[in-house]
């Protein structure tokens, strides 16, 4: 007779040897150099938190003369036509100090955004709009709309100013006007050359 199988029998359990995993390729000299090309974007921060500094100081400035503008309000509401005139060119000079601001905002903002790294917004549609569609060329054609701003300014203070303005003084602005003018078209031009379908 045939000996009875036991009903319980133990396979021992055979472990498969475990692949060994691939290690990394060691870094060549061309490696460790390029990581380092790539890691000097970072020479940016401080560059940006200098003009962040700098924009601190002149938000100070802008204060000040708010501070000196309301000192003076009586003056300038109750006063007579040369009060109203001095209102007006101070009003143009903090109207030039807040678009040299924005200037300032839009190349700290859009330089780290192309250069170093996207922004991380932790709430959905923080961002300014213009800041997730800004590429080198679109950030050049703002930088030069700022320009003309600021340069149209300047001119605006020449006409308002209570003192003659010396006529070499005049065209000087008015061609760093226009030059400002010219290559901003330009710069735009060239973005829609390139961005046809946009």
């Known amino acids: 007779m045939d000996r009875p199988e036991t009903e319980h029998t133990q ?5 498969t040897p ?14 460790y150099a390029d990581d380092l090309l790539f890691a000097t974007r970072w020479v940016l921060y401080p560059i940006n938190f200098g003009l962040i500094v700098a924009l601190t100081i002149y938000l100070v400035k802008f204060l000040y003369q708010v501070g000196e503008l309301l000192f003076n309000a009586k003056e300038h509401i109750f006063g007579h036509s040369a009060g109203h005139s001095q209102l007006m060119i101070e009003m143009v000079s903090l109207l030039d100090q807040a678009m040299i601001a924005s200037l300032m905002i839009l190349t700290i903002m859009g330089g780290h955004q192309i250069y170093v790294s996207r922004f991380r917004s932790r709430r959905a549609g923080q961002t300014p709009q213009w800041l997730d569609h800004i590429d080198t060329i679109m950030l050049k054609v703002k930088l030069g709309l700022a320009f003309v701003g600021v340069s149209s300014v300047v001119l605006l203070q020449d006409c308002l100013s209570a003192t003659a ?10 061609v760093i006007h226009a030059t400002f003018l010219g290559t901003t078209l330009v710069i735009a031009l060239v973005w ?3 961005h046809p379908k946009q």
């Open 18 to 31: 475990r692949a060994e995993e691939p290690r990394p390729p060691r870094k060549s000299f061309s490696d």
């Open 165 to 174: 303005v010396p006529h070499e003084l005049w065209i000087q602005h008015l």
């Open 11 to 15: 396979n021992p359990q055979v472990e």
């Open 192 to 194: 829609r050359l390139m």
